[in-house]
């Protein structure tokens, strides 16, 4: 039974800074790919940025030089460091992960977190 549990969202002023996790956890598995979404009222949930397993990020223009993916794959577990945070940053932010359940497959399958929300506004 593997899940992500995301955490880290907030409110801040527009310039500030906030770092997401998001942790993996089950019986045997492996994370192979891993990103982050983000979804605003009224819009469709979009790609901000990804991470392979050997650490390769890659991001969406509006987020580039301000936000800074990562992850540790000895915890299972991956980062979003974003700074100079704008309003237009303000959305529900989902963690998304490439997970192989060994107890169950040798397949894998994307698995997603909670969401947390994000608020930038003065």
């Known amino acids: 039974q593997v899940q992500l549990v995301e955490s880290g969202g907030g409110l801040v002023l527009p310039g500030g800074s906030l770092r997401l996790s998001c942790a993996a956890s089950?019986?045997?598995?492996?994370?192979?790919?891993m990103g982050w979404y983000r979804q605003a009222p009224g819009k469709q949930r979009d790609l901000v940025a990804s991470?392979?397993?050997?650490?390769?990020?890659n991001y969406v223009d509006s987020v580039k030089g301000r936000f800074t993916i990562s992850r540790d794959n000895a915890k299972n577990t991956m980062y979003l460091q974003m700074n100079s945070l704008k309003p237009e940053d303000t959305a529900v932010y989902y963690c998304a992960a490439e997970i192989i359940d060994w107890v169950k497959t040798y397949n894998s399958s994307t698995y997603w977190g909670q969401g947390t929300q994000v608020t930038v506004s003065s």
């Open positions: 991470i392979t397993r050997s650490g390769t990020p």
């Open positions: 089950g019986n045997i598995f492996t994370v192979t790919a």
